[in-house]
């Protein structure tokens, strides 16, 4: 478990007025706003070296505007320690802190990984609610970004799988929903760390961010070990292709808007000289607004499209799609038993 020596007025020194500059932009061009005790950003703090530098920049920049919690996932023995160090530390900065335990759903059936990141986003939301907090900040970076764009693009991955991460989504839906923000994109995991150590902070360390059995892992020793493979040039191409997927999904929207015609429980939708991308995107959104459930991925929506094109009629999630001029999509018939 680590442990800190550090005084508090090496808390207060570890970030200089020039990183309080720059946070202060890189948070309004995100968030659009100043947060205020009253609306306090409320801070996602894991213990690692990345959570803890944003700890650091948020409270140095918006002092008494800032509140943080750790999310104890329960899934390894040392998390209600960890948890109980960034209370210690939180205590030290006067910042208001809240452990959030695991619930119910860590238990259902799935990938483990999936629940519990939905789980800590659910967890985080609910919390900010509680506190008034309209942003949940979280610590993603550059470093982050360069290492997503490689395990996609080593995977197929398209247009979408490579773009970076957006700077700020709902946590859930609703207007009143709080934001997930991330104002550390254009800093580098070298830079936060030293920061936390200008502190005098041992950060926590995952074991599994270093295990090789990990995709993750590996590609974090390559991108250190290939100075061919710059990080920041890698974190500048997944924004330039995130700017791209954005002027695409522009383009469907107003597509949309001309070629699909609701009829009853179904809708028509027009295809004819649009490209292959286009097509494919207005596909997922018509079986998506059919089915009202996320819109299906991977080689089943390339079959379906394959077939209608052929001249057959197709169905995937629940959504059967008839060839003509114009593509007619409908709820499939129930499954009769036998």
Not at 37 to 62: K, N, Q, T
Not at 163 to 189: D, F, K, T
Request: with cysteine; net charge positive.
């Amino acid at each position: 478990m680590p442990t800190s020596a550090a005084s508090d007025a090496s808390l207060s020194d570890a970030i200089a007025g020039a990183d309080v500059t720059r946070f202060t932009a890189d948070w309004l061009a995100v968030a659009g706003q100043v947060p205020a005790a009253a609306r306090p950003i409320g801070v996602a703090v894991s213990g690692g070296a990345d959570s803890l530098a944003l700890l650091l920049l948020a409270r140095a920049s918006f002092p008494g505007a800032v509140a943080a919690a750790t999310v104890d996932h329960g899934l390894r023995a040392e998390s209600a320690a960890e948890a109980a160090f960034v209370a210690t530390l939180c205590a030290r900065l006067g910042v208001p802190h809240a452990v959030l335990p695991p619930r119910p759903e860590m238990l259902a059936a799935g990938n483990l990984q999936d629940r519990a990141r939905a789980m800590r986003y659910r967890s985080l939301a609910d919390w900010a609610d509680t506190i008034g907090a309209p942003w949940v900040a979280v610590a993603h970076q550059q470093d982050d970004l360069a290492e997503s764009l490689l395990l996609r693009a080593r995977r197929g991955a398209g247009l979408g799988g490579l773009a970076a991460m957006v700077p700020s989504r709902p946590l859930r839906a609703g207007a009143a929903a709080p934001l997930l923000v991330r104002p550390l994109l254009g800093w580098s995991r070298a830079e936060l760390a030293a920061r936390v150590q200008a502190a005098g902070i041992a950060p926590v360390e995952d074991p599994s961010n270093r295990h090789p059995r990990f995709d993750r892992s590996r590609i974090r020793r390559l991108l250190a070990e290939t100075p061919e493979l710059p990080a920041a040039r890698l974190a500048l191409a997944a924004t330039n292709l995130r700017d791209a997927e954005a002027a695409l999904a522009w383009v469907v929207a107003r597509e949309w808007t001309a070629r699909a015609e609701r009829q009853g429980q179904g809708l028509l939708l027009d295809l004819a000289d649009l490209p292959a991308e286009l097509r494919r995107r207005l596909v997922v959104r018509a079986l998506a607004t059919i089915a009202d459930a996320p819109p299906p991925r991977g080689s089943g929506l390339d079959r379906l499209i394959a077939a209608v094109d052929a001249g057959r009629v197709a169905t995937l999630a629940g959504v059967v799609v008839r060839p003509g001029v114009r593509w007619r999509f409908a709820p499939a018939p129930p499954h009769r038993s036998p």
